[in-house]
């Protein structure tokens, strides 16, 4: 589908160094936040308490979670199970307090604002447990990283590849410099959403790369310069990427005004991860290929002649 067709293409590459610039500052800063500030881990890393409760009709989770944050137990989490009548609270540790006590200490709040309310179940989370997490999730990274670089090269060659870890590493990065800046609760819905923007961004690339080689392998094309033959790319292409990021990144807003506290991580880091996936594809990884000397001679190569027998 094409709603509109620019006629003259965009010289994207010729603000290749405007752009290489901002994003280098763009990662560093998020790389200095990252190591000043660091991550806000949420309980599932760092260990703590989980409780279930049971309410004999909906409950308020604002409310809840407003009269839990009173106990001065730190930042306390307050999701509905399925409904609002069923409810997950949970505390991060207290030095001085184990669980049985948390829990109770939080029930005869709740008993005070409703004596029907009932506890389900209290679990403990362990550090060890948190660890764990955190190595199953750079493992996920990781993974999905090898899987990405072994699909393009296969598909296109190494440069495309290169590029486009490149570029997704460059939104990862963003994303994780911004929870650290505003202190976001990293939990793991966030890290789902930073395994869902990998995916999303490599496919905005491989959208924007199948267009460049297309390009190259077009006779109407062989007289223009690789910038040139990019840009041609990159332009034929934005209809479609405005349209598809646009009504992608609608229902992830909403999902993040109206998806409550359950989805609101998740949702967050998959609005700046799309925001920063079309400009790494567009402005990181197609600068990266003729960083890395792509040419017309890189995706065709020159027919051997055979040679004729002599009689």
């Known amino acids: 589908m094409e ?22 500052a763009t990662f560093i800063l998020a790389v200095v936040f990252l190591f000043t500030k660091g991550l806000n881990f949420s309980v599932e890393f760092t260990g703590g308490t989980v409780m279930e409760v049971q309410y004999s009709q909906g409950s308020d989770l ?5 009269e839990v944050n009173t106990l001065n137990l730190g ?8 409904t609002t009548k069923d409810v997950m609270i949970r505390l991060p540790n207290k030095e001085g307090m184990n669980s049985a006590q948390l ?5 005869q709040l709740l008993k005070t604002q409703d004596a029907n309310v009932q506890l389900r179940k209290v679990e403990f989370i362990g550090p060890q447990v948190g660890d764990e997490l955190v190595r199953s999730g750079l493992w996920a990274i990781s993974f999905v990283c090898i899987g990405i670089i072994i699909y393009l090269s296969v598909r296109f060659e190494w440069r495309f590849a290169v590029s486009a870890i490149i570029a997704n590493m460059h939104d990862v990065v963003i994303i994780l410099g911004c929870f ?15 395994l869902a923007v990998l995916g999303y961004s490599v496919n905005e690339s491989v959208v924007v790369f199948d267009r460049i080689r297309e390009n190259f392998r077009k006779p109407g094309m062989r007289g223009h310069t690789v910038p040139e033959v990019i840009d041609n790319a990159i332009t034929s292409t934005m209809s479609r990427t405005i349209i598809t990021h646009a009504s992608t990144e609608a229902m992830v807003i ?28 567009v402005l990181v990884a197609s600068p990266m290929l003729m960083f890395f000397g792509l040419s017309r001679e890189s995706l065709i190569k020159p027919i051997k002649k055979k040679e004729e027998a002599v009689v």
């Open 254 to 281: 909403s999902m993040l005004v109206f998806g409550g506290d359950a989805l609101h991580g998740f949702a967050m880091a998959l609005t700046i991860g799309i925001v920063f996936g079309v400009y790494s594809s």
């Open 3 to 24: 709603f509109f067709k620019i006629k003259r293409d965009i010289p994207f590459m010729s603000y290749g160094k405007l752009t290489t610039f901002i994003s280098l």
């Open 180 to 194: 650290a800046l505003f202190q976001w609760e990293f939990s793991l819905t966030v890290l789902a959403g930073i």
């Open 62 to 66: 604002n409310k809840i979670r407003d």
């Open 103 to 107: 829990s109770e200490q939080v029930m």
């Open 75 to 82: 930042t306390a989490s307050v999701q509905a199970l399925g």
